[in-house]
């Protein structure tokens, strides 16, 4: 089960640089939409047993990250006709190689870290870090509205990686609770960046600093 | 019991949708409001009400905060429909149901036990306050709209990644992992300590950010200064008030674990942080709204300061959730009001307020009196607690900063509000038709009432809550 786990997690760290190393925002949805439905199916591969509480906190989740979510940033990108990220703070191959070393970095610093015994072999603790180190890189090199919220699903991704380890601690109620929010979020969202659209006539993000002191 | 505190808001809300009448809709807030004040003096009156089940009990800190926000939303309530009044041109449907929805999450912070529902909980606050602030539709709403909605769902999924920790913790050293606070706190003292201490790092970060803290306040001044009034103050008295208590659960379980010279190492750098930021940016500050978030900020310092400071600061820290709230409600109520009348929130154009609206002058400024701690109001009270505390903990340095800040603070803000308060009103701010009604002065009356109340003498019964709370925390049921 674990070569099946770290093998899934390395395709989870491809799509992370994938994610950083290209300009057009619908690969980057594509992207994300993919390790999030991947993600999904993590629990099966943790579970020796399968109960439907696991099953039916896969679903869902699957669902939403794989069907809904992307559904809706596509439409939001077709709304406002943009195609492509442009000019963003550092170019797209040194972000791509920002994001490889912190991917290096993520499994250096995981062997530092006092893992309980049963996952020291997976690669679940440095995915989940380099996933969130890549979120970030996102959310602060790039300026499109709709790619930092991008950025900020590829965080919630590596937290959800992390996650996986404590499927216990994580009652059904609120696993629920967590999609609920992660949907109504990118709902809400979406509809702000509309809005941006609508009154900037653009999504760079970089027009919005008419509030300072 | 959890189930009628949560359910009654989304129930209302759900009414609130399904009525068409523009006009008559903002008043199913007051009704919600009063309702739930009454269910919640019912339960705190009866004791055995508070355990719903494992993950909805209503400790003693909770119920502190749930009548905090309590007192205060039925106040902003009444307020919201004279505000929604003047506002008919405006559909106020999302306005309602969203602030309607507030107040049910809200409660379910109060009441969840489980720290992963709790997280759940207070996202979903940013979630129900973003169309709150939005609500003008101005290039600058949406801008700070905007900012909320990234820093806050940024930071709050780092608290998220802290729960995390906190239950790997418990599974590093072999026991269940369990992010129930009861098994938390039994289990505290076997955590492992480098995650307990780098959960403690994320949760502080991600609920600080919530709060408000420095250095990730940059959402703060934006969204209370550009969401209406009555936004403002549940977002100053509440939204911070739950993450609030989301970050005492937190320092519970590090102090049960007896990490407390870390935690509070942390949390004094970032109270003090907070407020030495909060004051710089007050000195000289022209738009009025803005001040009180940095107001906001200070307060939210105050807060952490306190919970640093330890066990002899404990009662102020606590009773200054209640103190802060209210006088924040006083505070952003009468300066919508001011907001209204003179079609500015700059200095530059704001002046006379005390002869344009007597009522709304006059309650900014005695709100400010109170918010700055002068006595007879409710935060002298609270903040000399949390000054006594410090000097009792032998920490004579971070008193002594605490204040020196506060004197910084009164200086920069008094100025603000002087400009606001006195003088003549220009030409055209005479001209508006907006005046002093009932329903935009009498909330705040009342919270002012209860401000100077808690300044005189604290009712048996708060004080019981408080003393409760305190002792909860202490590890003393």
Not at chain 2, 62 to 86: D, K, M, Q, W
Request: glycine share 8%; with cysteine.
């Amino acid at each position: 089960m674990t070569n099946l786990l770290n093998i899934l997690l390395v395709v989870v760290l491809m799509l992370n640089l994938f994610a950083l190393g290209t300009s057009r925002i619908i690969s980057v949805v594509r992207a994300v939409s993919i390790q999030g439905s991947l993600l999904g199916l993590f629990p099966l591969l943790l579970h020796e047993h399968l109960s439907w509480a696991v099953i039916l906190t896969i679903i869902p989740a699957i669902f939403l990250k794989g069907a809904v979510i992307p559904w809706m940033m596509i439409r939001a990108l077709r709304d406002v006709k943009i195609k492509r990220e442009v000019e963003p703070l550092i170019g797209l191959q040194p972000t791509v190689i920002l994001g490889a070393l912190g991917t290096v970095f993520a499994l250096l610093f995981a062997d530092q870290l006092p893992l309980a015994s049963q996952h020291t072999g997976a690669l679940v603790v440095p995915a989940a870090i380099a996933t969130v180190l890549t979120g970030f890189i996102l959310l602060i090199t790039r300026f499109k509205a709709l790619t930092q919220v991008m950025g900020y699903l590829v965080l919630e991704n590596g937290i959800f990686i992390f996650g996986t380890l404590l499927v216990e601690a994580m009652p059904l109620v609120v696993e629920m609770g967590v999609l609920l929010d992660l949907f109504v979020a990118i709902f809400v969202t979406c509809i702000i960046v509309n809005q941006i659209n609508r009154a900037f006539s653009s999504l760079d993000t970089r027009r919005l600093v008419s509030l300072k002191e | 019991m959890a189930f009628v505190f949560i359910l009654f808001p989304l129930l209302m809300a759900a009414l609130a949708a399904a009525l068409p009448s523009n006009r008559l809709r903002p008043w199913l807030l007051p009704v919600t409001g009063v309702g739930h004040f009454a269910l919640t003096v019912f339960t705190l009156a009866h004791p055995e009400l508070t355990t719903t089940a494992a993950w909805l009990v209503l400790d003693p800190p909770g119920r502190l905060i749930l009548l905090e926000v309590s007192l205060l939303y039925v106040c902003c309530s009444f307020y919201a429909t004279g505000y929604l009044r003047n506002r008919n041109e405006r559909p106020n449907r999302i306005f309602c149901v969203c602030l309607m929805t507030f107040l049910s999450v809200m409660s379910l912070v109060m009441w969840a036990h489980h720290l992963g529902l709790m997280w759940v909980a207070i996202e979903a606050t940013t979630l129900v306050t973003a169309p709150l602030i939005f609500f003008n539709h101005t290039q600058h709403s949406i801008e700070a709209t905007w900012k909320y909605m990234l820093v806050g769902s940024v930071g709050i999924a780092l608290a998220l990644l802290g729960t995390f920790f906190l239950a790997y913790a418990a599974l590093h050293t072999g026991l269940e992992a369990s992010l129930t606070l009861e098994d938390l706190l039994k289990n505290a003292p076997h955590l492992s300590k480098p995650w307990l201490h780098a959960a403690f790092v994320l949760l502080l970060v991600g609920y600080g950010t919530k709060m408000g803290l420095a250095p990730m306040h940059t959402w703060k001044p934006d969204a209370y200064g550009e969401a209406p009034a009555v936004v403002g103050a549940i977002l100053a008295g509440g939204v911070t008030s739950c993450a609030f208590l989301a970050l005492l659960r937190s320092y519970h379980v590090c102090m049960a674990a007896g990490e407390g010279a870390y935690v509070s190492r942390l949390l004094l750098f970032m109270g003090l942080l907070s407020m030495a930021v909060a004051s710089l940016f007050m000195v000289g500050q022209r738009d009025f709204k803005r001040m009180l978030a940095y107001s906001s900020i200070e307060h939210m310092g105050i807060l952490v300061l306190g919970l640093g400071i330890g066990a002899p600061a404990l009662f102020g820290t606590l009773l200054h959730v209640m103190t802060n709230g209210l006088t924040k409600g006083v505070l952003f109520l009468s300066a919508g009001n001011i907001h209204r009348a003179f079609g500015s929130k700059n200095t530059e154009q704001v002046s006379g307020a005390m002869r344009r609206l007597p009522l709304s002058g006059t309650l900014f400024l005695v709100g400010f009196l109170a918010i700055t701690g002068s006595p007879p109001f409710g935060p002298f009270v609270s903040e000399f607690s949390i000054l006594n505390g410090a000097f009792d903990a032998g920490r004579m340095v971070t008193g002594g900063i605490f204040l020196f800040l506060l004197l910084v603070v009164f200086i920069g803000m008094g100025a603000t509000v002087l400009k606001v308060v006195q003088g003549r009103p220009s030409f055209e701010a005479r001209k508006t038709p907006y005046r002093d009604s009932f329903l935009t002065g009498a909330p705040i009356v009342c919270l002012m009432l209860l401000v100077l109340l808690i300044g005189l003498y604290i009712p048996e019964p708060m004080m019981r809550l408080v003393r409760d709370a305190v002792l909860f925390l202490e590890g003393q049921p």
